[in-house]
């Protein structure tokens, strides 16, 4: 069977082969109605691009890839969802490749070994450092996602992980809370977020006049909901009570929260709990999850953008994030 080429997509909806080329690849001026109509005629005749052929031409894949250390965690996934929506809008693929916070194999993808030639990497690695990004020799652009330990010589975008860790501590101190939790601190690598967001936590302290009680530091062994569970029942069993819980991560304030009420503790009259991160999981808990929210919709067309910039535009970008108040921190109604 011939293959679909543009100039038959052009004749089934009456617009010329460069009009299509400029739909594929999101190139020239072509008005939605149009736009609309050429891919619903490649989606009806099966056209496919020919993506050698593109590249011989362009010097570009048109693919970029992915790499992110836990899809099955409901922040990545959800991340990678807006990262795919925003490359898609500049008519890109996306290739995703899970690292399982593995140190070869954050290595390994940040080396080009064996990968597809994309035009571009983004990649959350949780185990390099800048020894690994400044030895690297692959020339494939590369953007960095979350918190570096030391400075790199590759764009970086993030949210502010101190400001949010200190907002977030605020917030509950706003409430009149007193002895606020931190609960998702980390004795191991990688560590460099939780140390930011720690260091946020105790310049929030700081500020109200408030002086560190080391007993409400909780350390974890990761941010899933069996740590955040594992460390309220540590809490409980304490000879020290808190009236507030700032979770580094929303998994670990939602298992924080069942244990919690488990035992009896009303969720936010005797404690209130606040998460990083806002998943959706977060909106229809009981009672629901009041998180730290980073504008993720921006950090995926920033990263996007960035990594596509010729020349590329280097340095640390951040992007905004708010506190979205839900039930486990909302005042009682008078």
Do not use: C
Request: hydrophobic share 45%.
């Amino acid at each position: 069977m011939p293959r679909t080429t543009l100039k038959d997509v052009g004749a089934r909806v009456g617009v010329s082969a460069k009009t299509v080329s400029n739909v594929v690849n999101g190139t020239g001026w072509v008005t939605d109605e149009v736009a609309d109509r050429v891919r619903a005629a490649m989606a009806e005749l099966g056209y496919r691009p020919n993506l050698a052929a593109r590249q011989l031409r362009s010097g570009r894949s048109g693919m970029i890839a992915l790499a992110l250390p836990q899809l099955a965690q409901p922040y990545f996934a959800e991340l990678a969802s807006q990262l795919v929506r925003a490359a898609h809008e500049r008519g890109i693929t996306v290739l995703i490749q899970q690292t399982d916070s593995d140190v070869e194999a954050e290595r390994r993808i940040l080396s080009g070994i064996g990968a597809p030639a994309v035009d571009g990497l983004i990649m959350s690695p949780l185990t390099l450092g800048p020894a690994d990004l400044y030895a690297r020799t692959d020339p494939t652009p590369l953007l960095l996602l979350g918190e570096q330990a030391g400075a790199s010589p590759y764009p970086h975008v993030a949210v502010d992980n101190t400001a949010a860790g200190q907002a977030a501590t605020e917030h509950l101190l706003g409430l009149g809370r007193r002895r606020v939790a931190a609960l998702g601190a980390m004795e191991s690598e990688p560590r460099r977020a939780a140390d930011l967001r720690l260091t946020g936590y105790r310049r929030g302290l700081e500020a109200a006049g408030l002086e560190l009680d080391e007993r409400l530091v909780l350390p974890v062994v990761d941010y899933q909901r069996a740590d955040g569970a594992a460390a309220a029942r540590q809490l409980l069993e304490s000879d020290v009570r808190p009236d507030a819980i700032f979770a580094f991560s929303d998994l670990l304030a939602l298992g924080a929260m069942h244990e919690l009420l488990v035992a009896g503790v009303r969720v936010p009259e005797d404690i209130a709990v606040i998460g990083f991160d806002d998943i959706e999981e977060s909106r229809y808990s009981t009672p629901s999850l009041s998180s730290v929210s980073p504008d993720t919709s921006s950090l995926a067309r920033t990263a996007v953008e960035l990594l596509l910039a010729d020349p590329p535009v280097p340095g640390n970008h951040t992007v905004d994030f708010t506190i979205v108040e839900r039930a486990s921190t909302r005042r009682a109604e008078t």
